[in-house]
């Protein structure tokens, strides 16, 4: 495997940022030089903007000698695509994201590399006195909340844009859809350290903010997906057999007091309601269960091998010669 060459990768998703890019890249470059001296990588991925945004970063690059490179997406393909790509291109030893928009501080990166430096695989930012409305701070602790207590991952600010990671992270975490904000949850899964430090935030200079509401539901979506997808894929029986058997032990125990009712008392008048009840549970039951079934037969035929993460390696040279 060819050894990285580079420090630092830092990969900036930009979506009508116009403004915000030169003023982010004189500031990425004077903080990266004194960390790296000339080993670092600028990597900006243009998410299909419909301003000047391709243009700004066209002027950096003519002007970075060597340091900066960019891609431009055909059309807007969202944040997960922009840094899915920005973590296959990336050569460096630790990779860094940071936002567009300058609210998080480019001064802060030398914290992430400390955090690192000190065992962490991962290290995400935590917003302090965040300066954004209460329509998005209070939802974002919810969903904070929410997901730490689902998934186990301990975080204040999984959202937060500004992250640090050592190179063997970004190359096994895959990211798609909207799971780039869950990219610590896929990381802790997979056994990789995570932590966390606290940052400073700055109220947005130029242009407005990109994401509505609508990411919060979103969210949520993506969370029963991770859950899913972490817990269940290579084991779907044990997701859908347990809701199989909960609803086929109500349908089995309604229909053994509607049985009772007509033995003993010889009339279910007013009890039908309940009847079909339990005959639909049965069926949704058994249903749930063969849905299984088949997940776990899907499971079996598709998995080549058990998914790992692999952490370290010794072999023995004078084993490898036997070999040859």
Not at 23 to 48: C, H, N, P, W
Not at 161 to 185: F, N, Q, T, W
Not at 201 to 222: I, V
Not at 315 to 324: T, W
Request: hydrophobic share 40%.
């Amino acid at each position: 495997m060819k050894k990285n060459k580079l420090k630092i990768s830092v990969v900036i998703p930009v979506y009508n940022e116009a403004e915000s890019v030169p003023e982010l890249y004189t500031r990425l470059k004077t903080v990266l030089a004194k960390l790296s001296g000339k080993q670092y990588e600028l990597i900006f991925i243009d998410d299909g903007s419909n301003d000047s945004s391709f243009e700004e970063i066209q002027k950096v690059y003519k002007s970075a000698r060597g340091h900066v490179r960019a891609f431009r997406f055909k059309r807007n393909f969202g944040k997960a695509a922009a840094l899915s790509k920005g973590f296959e291109e990336a050569r460096g030893d630790i990779v860094i994201t940071i936002d567009s928009d300058l609210q998080d501080l480019p001064e802060e990166i030398p914290k992430f590399i400390e955090k690192l430096n000190e065992g962490y695989d991962l290290v995400s930012g935590w917003k302090q006195k965040r300066k954004d409305p209460l329509n998005k701070t209070l939802p974002s602790k919810l969903f904070n909340l929410v997901t730490g207590m689902l998934t186990g991952t301990r975080l204040h600010d999984l959202n937060c844009g500004m992250k640090a990671y050592r190179s063997s992270v970004v190359k096994d975490v895959r990211v798609y859809g909207e799971l780039h904000r869950y990219i610590p949850v896929l990381a802790k899964f997979k056994g990789y350290k995570i932590a966390e430090v606290r940052i400073k935030h700055a109220p947005r200079k130029y242009g407005k903010s990109k994401y509505g509401m609508g990411r919060f539901l979103k969210g949520f979506f993506d969370l029963l997906t991770v859950l899913f997808l972490n817990s269940y894929l290579k084991r779907p029986m044990h997701l859908f057999g347990l809701f199989g058997i909960v609803t086929l032990t109500g349908g089995v125990g309604i229909n053994a007091y509607i049985t009772y009712l007509r033995l003993m008392k010889g009339d279910i008048a007013g009890r039908y309601p309940l009847l079909f009840l339990g005959v639909l549970l049965m069926i949704v039951g058994v249903q749930f269960i063969t849905t299984g079934l088949l997940g776990e037969m899907l499971a079996n035929m598709n998995s080549s091998r058990e998914e790992y993460s692999l952490g370290e390696e010794l072999e023995s040279d004078a084993l490898l010669e036997k070999k040859e």
